[in-house]
DNA sequence: TAGCCTAGAGAACGTACGTTCTCAGTGCCA
DNA sequence: TGGCACTGAGAACGTACGTTCTCTAGGCTA
């Protein structure tokens, strides 16, 4: 076997599960189907992952990065305090247009297995906790008060779920207002 | 058979059926946990319901109601147009506090089942829609902005989702305060 | 009392799950 | 070349699902 074909091959487990978990969740999808997605045998799939909660965790902590990627890049955006905020928003406004979107993913997730699942709960909790505390400490750095950041988390998620259940993306331009809003009133 | 029974038993079943979805999730349910905490036949469970997903649809109809009931007593608290808008906040606050609060069972279900079931996805669209256009009805009877409604509404899906994730219901009071900035930048 | 309708209890059905096991085939080193 | 370690494909296992069916018991009418 060539080196590094089972980082290879996890990543292939990997991103086959995170479409197939985003499309239809998490228990509507069979081990087999997973395997029949990712091209791979049962055998190595539980090589790699022992077990499907494990796998789940994995592709969340993945997409735990690919949202901490988009959100670093959305503040990196050039401008004030004030613009850098905003970009979130309009980052969300163009996932909300995507053709497969669903969702936040840890929302769904911790609304399907979040009550039976504590390690998910867990990792569920963790991500949102890391995502309202950057927003603090860019406030912070721009002398806003600290009651702004759970305000302007709020917003995010509400959006998120507003946009997957009404289908359209206006709840980013809705969100993206009221941020402005919030963040002219405190700065 | 005692007449009304039917009523009564399928009143049972319903609360059963609304305890056990909320806690577990749906598909963590089994029809068999269901008739055993209703204490029902499962002949008679499925006479009066006869599919499970009829079921789902019934207790999300249920909880509409409930929670337009909530609703309409909070904006028929006295006070102004703002007083009557920042006390579904509050409702929020106490519905976070309660033990087994666990999040919106409609946002949790649509994550859940939304993506392969169109018939629940639906009832929970029209469930957010509806609640969005009665806040839009008392917002344009203070003479408001027609954008301030999909923003406190957003901020109520928010702090739902918030709430439940981090465990705790610090969300309402950050909801709350966002709302009277918003509102009071609009009227 | 005899016969019938309905009820509850739960066995049974077909399916599909998560996980493990079997087995024939394949490349590799002695 | 022969034996070994490992592979992929998928059968098999035990369980649990949603739903239907069977069976026994009991109350109603005649």
Chains 1, 2 share one sequence.
Not at 57 to 66: D, G, I, K, P, T
Not at 74 to 100: H, I, K, N
Request: with cysteine; net charge negative.
């Amino acid at each position: 076997m060539p080196v590094g074909a089972d980082e290879e091959i996890r990543e292939q487990v990997l991103a086959a599960a995170d479409r197939l978990f985003y499309r239809r969740g998490v228990q509507a999808v069979g081990m087999d189907a997973l395997r029949t997605e990712a091209g791979v045998s049962l055998k190595r799939l539980y090589q790699l992952f022992p077990s499907k909660e494990g796998l789940v965790e994995e592709v969340l902590r993945r997409r735990h990065q690919a949202w901490d990627d988009l959100v670093e890049a959305a503040l990196a955006s050039g401008g004030t305090p004030r613009d850098r905020l905003l970009a979130v928003y309009d980052m969300l406004s163009r996932w909300f247009d995507e053709d497969d979107f669903r969702g936040c993913v840890f929302i769904n997730t911790f609304g399907e297995l979040g009550g039976a699942a504590p390690g998910i709960a867990g990792i569920v909790r963790e991500h949102k906790a890391q995502f309202q505390a950057r927003l603090a400490e860019l406030i912070t750095e721009a002398g806003g008060p600290p009651a702004l950041a759970p305000q302007l988390a709020i917003l995010a998620e509400g959006a998120q779920t507003t946009a997957a259940i009404a289908g359209t993306s206006d709840a980013a331009g809705h969100a993206r207002a009221a941020a402005a809003t919030l963040i002219d009133a405190a700065l």
